[in-house]
């Protein structure tokens, strides 16, 4: 929820929606975003690049039993395992099996609406949170673009912070506050002061590639 619902808040004068979701594990993130477009009755194109690393866990997912309500978008599951991609009047997804940090090279500048920042801890996958990750996410969002993060590690503050994102706190009813972040200013969230606490913890700096 911390991921879908600022994703569609944001996003709601816009003909269509562009996701990265990093990375794409269990498919929960993608298929969330699936439930609650439908649900909410949402007519935006959603389309959404999602890369995997572990091939193993995605053949797992032949066998997986997803909760009740996503059961509707399995032949969406099926689509992707088979042919990594899916696309109909609503939904274009693509799921690309490899290196996210390589997946994100072939995108142009200003292309995503919205990152969904959700890979292992920095401390289990550090090479998708360092400063110079950031830098390479920051070209390929458009200035009025958001990510969303569960990490309020100062580490991944002061990364976003060093790549000209304003940082902000993303709270809601349904999910534990986490980080959001963008380009561009968003009056209604409370901004992190990010070079505040970096001069009260001048030991903590970004992680680097
Ligand atoms: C926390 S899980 C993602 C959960 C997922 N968003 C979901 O909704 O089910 C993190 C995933 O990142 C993948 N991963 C780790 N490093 C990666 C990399 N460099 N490129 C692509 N995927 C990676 C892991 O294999 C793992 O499946």
């Known amino acids: 929820m911390k991921h879908v619902i600022p994703a569609f808040k944001y996003s709601k004068n816009k003909n269509e929606i562009k996701i990265l979701d990093i990375c794409f594990g269990l498919g929960f993130n993608v298929l969330a975003t699936l439930h609650y477009a439908t649900l ?11 890369p995997e690393l572990d091939s193993e866990l995605v053949s797992s997912l032949n066998n997986f ?12 599951i099926k689509a ?5 991609i899916y696309d109909d009047a609503t939904f274009h997804i693509e799921l690309f099996l490899g290196d996210a940090r390589e997946y994100i090279q072939k995108f142009s500048e200003n292309t995503f609406d919205i990152v969904y920042q959700d890979a292992f801890s920095p ?10 990750y950031f830098k390479d996410i920051q070209k390929i969002m458009k200035e009025d673009g958001i990510l969303t993060t569960y ?8 990364a976003l912070y060093e ?18 972040a963008s380009l561009s ?17 001048p030991q903590r700096t970004s992680l680097r590639d």
């Open 40 to 50: 909410k009755n949402i007519h935006q194109k959603i389309y959404i690049y999602s």
């Open 65 to 76: 039993t997803y909760p009740k309500e996503f059961t509707i978008f399995e032949h969406i």
């Open 80 to 84: 992707l395992l088979e042919e990594g």
């Open 123 to 132: 401390d289990a996958n550090p090479s998708l949170w360092t400063k110079e």
């Open 151 to 158: 990490s309020i590690a100062l580490a991944t503050r002061i």
């Open 163 to 180: 790549n000209e994102f304003l940082v902000y706190l993303n709270e809601g009813k349904d999910f534990r506050a986490s980080t959001l």
């Open 185 to 201: 200013n968003i009056e209604e969230l409370s901004e992190v002061n990010v070079e505040h606490k970096m001069k009260c913890n």
